[in-house]
């Protein structure tokens, strides 16, 4: 059973375009929803995180839109440059000590 | 501050063969985990270690893979004898295991070829 649903599974943007994922969880348990950016190659990498006691967090070009009704989520990127190029994975686990649960991964190409 | 180190980067191993791979977590990161990443997915959970001891193996394959924490610091994850679908990017990270927010930190990963 796949708890965190993410799409789209590839995205091809304009630089300067604002490329959004989106993700959606099952588990209404979840209190802790991150981001990972992974670069081929390397590890993934925490990028942004929300708890569903708001509903927007902006940090840079980054920005995560929470919908705690709906059970979905979704990474907005501002001002898209080439370097952004990545799988971009949501995440989401239960509030302390716990593992992640990850999307399927979305691949962005941002294209000059 | 170091982050977590994996070895060895890449392995190529024939099936039925065995294989081992290491992680070295952050300094100090009292729980340690190891995912597996499939082309084309997200990590998934196989084992969390909460300093030597194991939280959760539920989704650890236990015919053929083990892992081990010794000391608490460094960990060994094993697969004996390997199949064609165990090709996969197995992942360590690392957390401090306290406070709700819980920051995993991850290593490059060992990739693993199973022909």
């Known amino acids: 059973q796949q708890q965190v649903k993410q799409s789209p599974q590839s995205l091809i943007v304009q630089k300067g375009g604002i490329p959004i994922i989106n993700c959606a969880y099952e588990?209404?348990?979840?209190?802790?929803f991150p981001w990972y950016q992974q670069f081929p190659g390397k590890g993934p990498a925490l990028l942004i995180a929300i708890r569903p006691d708001v509903s927007e967090k902006k940090e840079g070009r980054f920005t995560i839109s929470f919908n705690k009704s709906a059970k979905q989520f979704s990474l907005h990127i501002m001002d898209s440059q080439p370097g952004d190029s990545a799988t971009y994975f949501c995440a989401a686990h239960l509030s302390g000590n716990t593992p992640l649960v990850f999307g399927k991964g979305t691949r962005l190409s941002v294209i000059a | 501050e170091a982050g977590v180190a994996q070895s060895p980067r890449y392995k190529i191993i024939e099936k039925r063969q065995s294989v081992a791979f290491w992680c070295n977590p952050i300094s100090g990161h009292a729980t340690l985990y190891w995912y597996q990443q499939i082309l084309g997915q997200g990590p998934k959970l196989l084992i969390q270690?909460?300093?030597?001891?194991?939280?959760?193996d539920s989704q650890l394959p236990k015919d053929r893979f083990s892992a081990e924490r010794l000391k608490g610091v460094d960990s060994t994850l094993k697969i004996q004898p390997a199949k064609l679908e165990d090709s996969a990017v197995y992942l360590c990270?690392?957390?401090?295991?306290?406070?709700?927010?819980?920051?995993?930190?991850f290593g490059a990963g060992t990739r693993l070829s199973v022909l």
């Open positions: 270690f909460q300093n030597n001891g194991v939280v959760d």
């Open positions: 588990n209404t348990a979840f209190d802790y």
């Open positions: 990270a690392s957390s401090l295991g306290v406070g709700a927010k819980n920051i995993q930190y």
